[in-house]
C-alpha cells in the first residue's frame, strides 16, 4: 500500500484514475443493460408454426397477450403479415430494450432460424403482408435511380433527410438512418410502415417504384464524397460549425502568431 | 545611388509630374497602425470578400439565372432526365462539368460563411474594447449596415442554385415578406413576380446578388476603411500609449508585409477548406419542387438564430378586418431582430448618453473596466446562441437522442431566462477581475515560495509586478455616474424628470467599479 501510495502525487495519477473510473462505469452499465439472450433449438424438433409459438410464449407475449391479441402496451399482431414480423425481429427492434419512445435498431435478439419460426407463427394467425423474395428484390435490374430519387424526395425525405441520414420527429422519436439497411427490410418497412412510418401501398408507390426508391438509397450510399468531407450530409449546420472552428479559428491562431513575432 | 534606384526614381517623378501625389503618399506611407491580433479580424473580412469577388466572377461565367425548365442531360446519374429549373442544372454543370467548377463553388461558398463569421467576432472585438466610441460612431453604423448587407447577400447566394434547400429558404423567405401586416402579400407577389415559386425570383435576386449588393459592399466598405485610415486606429493601452499618438509600425515595410501576407493566408485557409470539405452538396438536395423538403432543412448559419427564433415561436395569430397577422412570423422574424439591429446600431449613442461622455477616445478599454458594457454584450450573445442552438434543434435531437420537443422547450424558456442570467454573471465576473487587478498590483504576484521567519510565522513571497503591467492595470479611467438633481444648482428644476431619472439610474449602473489603486496607494507600496 505504502509502495502505491507513493504515486499518488504522480502527474498520470489523476488522468489514469480518471480512465479506469470510466471504465467502470462503461462495463458495470454494460452489464446491467444487456438483454437476456433467448435459449436456441430447445424445440427444433416441432413445427416452425409450433416452434414460433412457442418462442412467442416467452418472448413476445408478455407486451403482446398469450394469442397476439395485443395489449394496453403493445399492439395486436394478429394480420401484421410475415413482413411486418421479420422486419421487427429481423433488424432487432423486436424484443424492444427501452419503450420510452421507439423501437431501435440493434442487434437481433433472435437467429434467422427462430425469427422464421417467428415469422411462421405470426403469420399463421391471420393473412398480411408477405416477405419479397429474392427474385422481387432484384432492383438493380428493375429500378431506376433517377426515378427513385424522385420519390425519395417526394416520399421519404421530409423524415429520412435528402441524403437518407435520418431526422428528427416529435417527442423524441426519428425517422432512422437509411445508409446500410439491407434491401429486404427497405421494401417491408415501405409495406408495413413500421413504429412512425407510414404503410406505402402498393397502390401509393407501385412494387416496380419500391425498387427504384431501393436502387436510389443504395447508390446514395455507394456515392463518393465529390466535394470532400461531407461532416455526415446532414446540411449547414455542420458547414457553419465547421467555418467557425477550423475556418475562422485557424485564421486567428495565425494572426496571434503574426502578432507575437512582429514584437 | 544605384543605377536601379535612380530608374525607379525616374518613374516615379514622371508619375508624381502627372498625378502629384507625392506628399499624400509620403505621409501615408509613414502611416502607423497598432499591433494586435484582434485588430486583423477586420482584415480577415476584407480579405474573404475579395475572395468572394474572384471566386463570385468565376461562377458567373457559367451559372444560368433562369427559372426556365430544363431536362438534365449531364454527366450525373441520379438526376439524369429529371425537369429542373436552368440554374439549378447549370450549377450541376459548374460542379461536375466546368473545370475547377466544384473547387470554385466551394471556395464561393466557405468563403462566405468565413466572411460572416469574421465580421461577428470584429463586431465583437469593437464592441467590447469600446472602438465604437466618439469619434467612430458613424463607423460602426457602417459596419452594421455591412453586417446587413452580409445577411442579404448570403440568402440571395444561398437561394441562387435552386436545389431543394434553397427553394426551401425561399419558401421562408417569401412567408416572413407574407407577415408583413397589410403590405406583406402585395410586397410578395411583386418580388416573386407572382405567386410563390413563380419564375422572376431567382434572376431578380441573381441581378442583386452580383451587382447591386456587391457594389453597395464595395463603397460601404471603402468609406469603412478610410475613416479608420483618416481617424487612425485605436490601440490598446499601455506605457508610451495615449489618446494623442498611435505606437505601432509604419505601412511600409512590416504592416505592409504582413497585411499582403495575411491576404493569401486566409486564401490559402480557405482553398484549404474548400480542398478538402464539401459544403452545400446540391446534387444530392435535388431540383427544388414546392412539394418536396428534407428532413434538417437548416439556413447558413449566420441565419440560424433567425431560424431558432421562428422555430421557437408559438402558433399566434389575429384574424381582424379580414386580415390575418402571423404574429408567430412577425415577431420573431421581423419585429426581434428589427429591435436586435437598431439597438445595435444605436449603442453608440445610448451609452455616450448614459454616461454622459462626449470626449474622443482613441484608447481601447478592457473589457473587465467596463462591466456594465461587457455584461449587455454576453447577454446579447447568449440570447443568439440559444436561438442558434434552437435554429439545429431537429439536428441536437437525432444527435444526442433528445427530443425536438424538449429542446423547444429548453429554448423557450432559455431565450428569457439565460441572458439576463449572463448579464448577472458577467458583470460580477468583471468586478472580481477588476479586484484581482486591484490586488496583483498592491501586493504583486504569488510566487509560491514560502518563507518562515524567526518568529516561526510562514508568509508567502510576492513579486513585484514590472511597472508596464502596473501600468497597464491602474491608467484606465473609473467615471462616476452623471449627478442629475431635479433641482440643479441654481435652483431650476430640470426638465424631463423622468428621462432624468431613467439616465441616472443607468448612469449608477454602468459607474459600478472596484476602485483602482490611487496613485497615492502605488506611492505608499513603493517603500515595500
Not at chain 1, 444487456?34 to 416452434?51: C, G, V
Not at chain 1, 431506376?144 to 441520414?165: D, I, K, P, V, Y
Request: some cysteine; charged content about 15%.
Amino acid at each position: 500500500m505504502k509502495r502505491l501510495s507513493r504515486y499518488r502525487r504522480h502527474k498520470v495519477a489523476a488522468p489514469l484514475l480518471l480512465v479506469i473510473a470510466l471504465l467502470g462505469i462503461g462495463a458495470s452499465f454494460n452489464i446491467a443493460s444487456a438483454t437476456i439472450k433467448a435459449t436456441p433449438t430447445t424445440f427444433a424438433r416441432s413445427t416452425a408454426i409450433d416452434e414460433g409459438k412457442q418462442i412467442f410464449l416467452k418472448g413476445c407475449s408478455s407486451c403482446h397477450g398469450l394469442n397476439a391479441e395485443g395489449g394496453s402496451i403493445a399492439p395486436s399482431l394478429i394480420g401484421v403479415g410475415a413482413a411486418s414480423v421479420d422486419f421487427q425481429v429481423g433488424t432487432g427492434r423486436m424484443p424492444m430494450a427501452d419503450m420510452s419512445t421507439q423501437a431501435m435498431r440493434k442487434r437481433p435478439v433472435y437467429n434467422a432460424e427462430q425469427t422464421a419460426a417467428l415469422v411462421a407463427y405470426v403469420s399463421s394467425l391471420a393473412p398480411g403482408p408477405a416477405i419479397p423474395t429474392d427474385a422481387v428484390l432484384n432492383y438493380e435490374r428493375d429500378g431506376s435511380t433517377a426515378q427513385g430519387g424522385e420519390l425519395f424526395r417526394n416520399n421519404c425525405a421530409m423524415c429520412h433527410n435528402f441524403a437518407g441520414q435520418g431526422g428528427a420527429l416529435t417527442q423524441g422519436k426519428y425517422a432512422p438512418t437509411l445508409m446500410g439497411v439491407e434491401p429486404k427490410y427497405i421494401y417491408e418497412a415501405l409495406i408495413t410502415g413500421p413504429q412512425s412510418m407510414p404503410v406505402f401501398s402498393d397502390k401509393t408507390i407501385t412494387p416496380a417504384e419500391k425498387l427504384s426508391l431501393i436502387k436510389w438509397i443504395k447508390a446514395a450510399e455507394k456515392e463518393p464524397n465529390l466535394g470532400g468531407a461531407t461532416m455526415g450530409r446532414i446540411g449547414p449546420v455542420t458547414e457553419g460549425l465547421l467555418a467557425w472552428i477550423l475556418g475562422l479559428g485557424l485564421l486567428i491562431a495565425i494572426a496571434v502568431w503574426l502578432t507575437t513575432k512582429a514584437r | 545611388m544605384t543605377t536601379a534606384e535612380k530608374r525607379i526614381g525616374a518613374v516615379a517623378n514622371y508619375v508624381d509630374e502627372r498625378i502629384g501625389a507625392a506628399g499624400w503618399v509620403k505621409k501615408s506611407l509613414n502611416k502607423v497602425f497598432p499591433d494586435h491580433w484582434s485588430f486583423m479580424l477586420g482584415e480577415v473580412c476584407m480579405y474573404s470578400f475579395i475572395i468572394l469577388l474572384l471566386s463570385g466572377t468565376f461562377l458567373t461565367l457559367w451559372f444560368d439565372p433562369s427559372q426556365r425548365d430544363v431536362i438534365y442531360e449531364g454527366v450525373y446519374a441520379p438526376l439524369k432526365g429529371l425537369k429542373m429549373s436552368a440554374a439549378y442544372a447549370s450549377t450541376l454543370d459548374i460542379s461536375f462539368e466546368v473545370r475547377g467548377g466544384l473547387l470554385m463553388r466551394q471556395i464561393h461558398h466557405w468563403a462566405a460563411n468565413i466572411f460572416m463569421a469574421a465580421i461577428v467576432a470584429h463586431l465583437l472585438r469593437v464592441f467590447f474594447t469600446g472602438a465604437f466610441r466618439k469619434p467612430r460612431e458613424f463607423n460602426w453604423i457602417l459596419g452594421i449596415i455591412l453586417l446587413t448587407l452580409g445577411f442579404v447577400e448570403g440568402l440571395f447566394g444561398y437561394s441562387l442554385p435552386d436545389d431543394l434547400l434553397s427553394g426551401t429558404g425561399l419558401r421562408i423567405t417569401s412567408a416572413i415578406i407574407q407577415a408583413i401586416p397589410l403590405v406583406g402579400t402585395y410586397i410578395s407577389f411583386f418580388l416573386f413576380g407572382g405567386a410563390f415559386p413563380g419564375t422572376g425570383f431567382i434572376p431578380r435576386i441573381f441581378t442583386l446578388h452580383v451587382l447591386l449588393i456587391p457594389g453597395a459592399f464595395l463603397a460601404v466598405i471603402t468609406i469603412h476603411v478610410m475613416l479608420v485610415w483618416y481617424q487612425k486606429h485605436t490601440q490598446f493601452p499601455g506605457p508610451g500609449k495615449t489618446e494623442k499618438n498611435v505606437v505601432g509600425h509604419p505601412i511600409l515595410p512590416v504592416y505592409m508585409a504582413k497585411a499582403g501576407g495575411f491576404f493569401f493566408i486566409v486564401f490559402g485557409v480557405i482553398a484549404f477548406l474548400s480542398a478538402v470539405a464539401s459544403i452545400n452538396p446540391i446534387w444530392l438536395y435535388g431540383p427544388y419542387t414546392p412539394g418536396q423538403i428534407s428532413a434538417g432543412s437548416q439556413p447558413d448559419w449566420y441565419m440560424g438564430w433567425l431560424d431558432g427564433l421562428v422555430r421557437m415561436a408559438p402558433p399566434l395569430e389575429t384574424h381582424a378586418l379580414g386580415h390575418t397577422i402571423s404574429w408567430n412570423i412577425l415577431i420573431p422574424a421581423l419585429i426581434v431582430p428589427g429591435i436586435v439591429f437598431t439597438g445595435m446600431a444605436l449603442y453608440p449613442f445610448i451609452e455616450s448618453w448614459i454616461t454622459g461622455d462626449k470626449r474622443e477616445h482613441h484608447l481601447l478599454d478592457r473589457p473587465r473596466n467596463v462591466p456594465n458594457r461587457t455584461a449587455l454584450g454576453v447577454m446579447s450573445v447568449t440570447f443568439v446562441m440559444v436561438a442558434l442552438i434552437n435554429g439545429g434543434n431537429d439536428i441536437f435531437a437525432t444527435n444526442f437522442d433528445l427530443s425536438i420537443n424538449e429542446i423547444m422547450w429548453f429554448s423557450r424558456i432559455s431565450i428569457f431566462l439565460l441572458p439576463p442570467l449572463s448579464f448577472v454573471i458577467t458583470k460580477r465576473l468583471c468586478l472580481s477581475l477588476q479586484r484581482a487587478d486591484r490586488e496583483l498590483v498592491l501586493h504583486g504576484k504569488e510566487t509560491g515560495r514560502l518563507v518562515r521567519m524567526p518568529n516561526g510565522e510562514f508568509v508567502e513571497v510576492h513579486e513585484p509586478i514590472s511597472a508596464q503591467k502596473r501600468w497597464i492595470l491602474t491608467s484606465h479611467e473609473q467615471p462616476q455616474a452623471l449627478e442629475l438633481p431635479d433641482i440643479d444648482s441654481r435652483g431650476v428644476k430640470r426638465p424631463g424628470g423622468v428621462k432624468n431619472k431613467i439616465r441616472a439610474r443607468l448612469s449608477k449602473a454602468h459607474a459600478v467599479a472596484v476602485p483602482k489603486v490611487s496613485a497615492q496607494e502605488l506611492k505608499e507600496i513603493e517603500g515595500h
